[in-house]
Structure formats: structure tokens, C-alpha cells
């Protein structure tokens, strides 16, 4: 499903990822984990275009993402939420979550409200449907940006330190929404500083270390003596997280 090869970028002199391959298969859950300036934010961007490559392939569904006609078909297949809550403030959540599906899909604007609201009332939103973004805690704006994902059918989505700005009590609630989603079959590249969310719910961890692929092994072989925390980085990595 997504297929990427060989992947290097740069800015300037600075090397930011360096001969990534990873490959994320339909109905797995996988995390990317590694310390700040790793490269997990541009590895995110590379996958929706927002960066362009300097070396390799990313290809979503067999569309290439370097080709800009193929671009759009990429996105397509995929929802994204970032860390901060790029919501459009101007907008209520039933809005910010029915805008794509009618102006891209072209769904009828009534079907794509009810949709909406059907999407809020299982992140338990019923009730602030009409609320702006101003209005809502900032787990409830996650929770209608993970609407507004889900509201385009995504094939699979990828979510970016969605948690990081939250205080925990509504890390919670976000995270709640997430293993839902993951219990159910969603496909989901996300990267996280939740050690123990990504642990319980990933089938799969990817470490990020100075732009290299240092692991990418099952969740449990991850953790385990003679598997991830084999490596000195990513030992010290866990034990500063914990
Ligand atoms: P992470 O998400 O793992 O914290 P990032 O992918 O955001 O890491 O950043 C990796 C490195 O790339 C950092 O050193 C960061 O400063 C640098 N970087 C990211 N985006 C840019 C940019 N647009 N221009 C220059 N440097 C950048
Ligand atoms: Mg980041």
C-alpha cells in the first residue's frame, strides 16, 4: 500500500533521511518512533508530497508521489493529521469535517452533513457539531481533525505527534479514539512519544535515528532484549521517554 525505496532528503547540508525503505501493508498499524530531529515529520511529508525527494520512491497505492499527476490520487488514499490543529477556524466541526468530501468527492452536501455527524458522534461529539474551533478543548479540535480525515475514506492514515500539544487527560481521549480505530482495521502510520500507547497498539515499531532506519520489527521484538533494545540508541531512547 505504501511502498518506499531507497528515500533520501536533504536541506542544505544537512541530511535528513538517508536510504529509508519501508513498506506498510493494508490493516497494519505501525509507529514511528525516534528522537526529536530524527527525520519523522519530513519522513510524513515525503509521504504526502509536501517534501520533495532527493533520492528514491514513494508510491501509495501504486501512485507515484513525485509525479505530480499522480499526486492528487496519492492523497486520495490518505488522511493526515498533524500536531498542531490545522482546522479552519472560520468554520464549525460539521463544516471542517463535510468541506472536502463535498468539494473533492463531489458528495451532496446533506449526505456529507450527515456523514459528519455520524463521524462526531463516535469521537463522542455529538453535541458540538455547530461549536468553532475556538470553542472546543484542544482534544475535542483532534478529534473533529481526525473526523475530517476519516471523512474522505482514507485507505489508510498518517498521523503526526497528534497528541504532543495536549495535557494527558486529553492525550487520553485522542488515544482512545485511535485504538478504536486501529481495533477495527484501520491502516495507520503514526508517529508518537506515546512509548506505551505505541506499544499496546502497533503491530509494527520503526525507529528513526538521525535519518536512518535503525529497526522496523514486530511491536513485541521491539521491546524485547534481543530485538530493538539490542541497540544502544534505542535503549537510551526508551529510558529518556520513561
Ligand atoms: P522529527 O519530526 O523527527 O522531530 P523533522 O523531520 O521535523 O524531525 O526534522 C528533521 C531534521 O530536518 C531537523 O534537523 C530539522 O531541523 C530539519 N528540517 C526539517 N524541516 C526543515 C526545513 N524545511 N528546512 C530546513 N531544515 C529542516
Ligand atoms: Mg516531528
Known sequence: MIHIEGVGKSFGATTVLDGINLRIAPGEVVSILGA???GKSTLIRCINGLEKLDRGTISVDGFDVADPKQLQQARRCSGTVFQL????PHMTAL???????????KVPRREAEEQARALLASVG???RADAFPAQLSGGQRQRVGICRALAMKPR?????????????????EVLDILAKLAAGGTTMLFVTHEIEFARTISNRVVFLDQGRLLADLPTAKFFAADGGLAHPRITQFLTRMS
Open 125 to 127: 461529539l455529538a453535541d
Open 36 to 38: 526529536s530531529g530524527s
Open 156 to 172: 489508510y492514515l498518517l498521523l503526526d505527534e497528534v497528541t504532543s500539544a495536549l495535557d494527558p487527560e486529553m492525550t487520553g
Open 85 to 88: 490543529f490545522n482546522l479552519y
Open 95 to 105: 463544516q471542517n469535517i463535510a468541506l472536502a468530501p463535498v468539494e473533492m468527492l
